[in-house]
């Protein structure tokens, strides 16, 4: 009896922790979010953002660089409001394991991932986007994203991001389409060189 008793527990804690770590990622996503589309401050909070993605998408970052990315989020993270509770799911996602990942998937698009005209819609809007971006700059499209897609995904969406920079709609569309679908996403890349 004692026995079933401990599975029980063990059961039960394990839901919950699984239930915490759900609502850190989704809490997480949501001020990541608001962090990049704040512009309070000398800089924007997209830059901070950017900058970290940076870092985190090195190959091998060293942990002066994972610091420096993770500090990068904690001053973007003081321009949004509820910035101390921000600091604290930056810091519970990190020793998770899941910070780059966030920040690479935060968005402010509600999307559900089995409305597919929805979806279609969206895929469409990101394909216009990178069309019109790299219509002058077609090596830099092939170069900077779809052969580093192959190796470091990440990477790939960094420099997707920063090749645009200056357009946060389309920026923030692209970090739905990683996260709805990143295959997808980098397969319209490479449609651009058939």
């Not at 420099?159 to 920026?171: E, F, G, V, Y």
Request: aromatic share 6%; charged share 30%.
């Amino acid at each position: 009896m004692p026995r079933i008793r401990i599975a029980i527990l063990i059961c039960a804690v394990s839901l919950v922790g699984r239930g915490f770590a759900q609502t850190v990622t989704s809490d997480t996503r949501a001020a990541l979010a608001k962090e990049w589309k704040s512009d309070k401050g000398e800089t924007k909070g997209k830059d901070q953002c950017l900058k970290a993605l940076e870092l985190y998408s090195r190959d091998h970052p060293s942990n002066a660089e994972l610091k420096q990315a993770f500090d990068e989020l904690t001053k973007a993270a003081s321009t949004i409001d509820g910035a101390p509770k921000a600091d604290q799911l930056y810091e519970l996602a990190k020793d998770l394991g899941t910070l780059s990942e966030l920040l690479a998937t935060a968005t402010g698009i509600s999307i559900d991932k089995n409305d597919s005209g929805a979806v279609d819609r969206l895929f469409a809007e990101a394909d216009i986007g990178i069309a019109t971006a790299y219509r002058s700059a077609p090596k830099a499209l092939r170069d900077d994203v779809s052969k580093v897609s192959a190796s470091n995904r990440l990477r790939a969406l960094y420099n997707l991001l920063n090749a645009n920079s200056t357009k946060p709609d389309l920026m923030e569309t692209f970090r739905t389409c990683y996260f709805l679908d990143r295959d997808r996403l980098f397969r319209l890349v490479s449609d651009h060189f058939r």
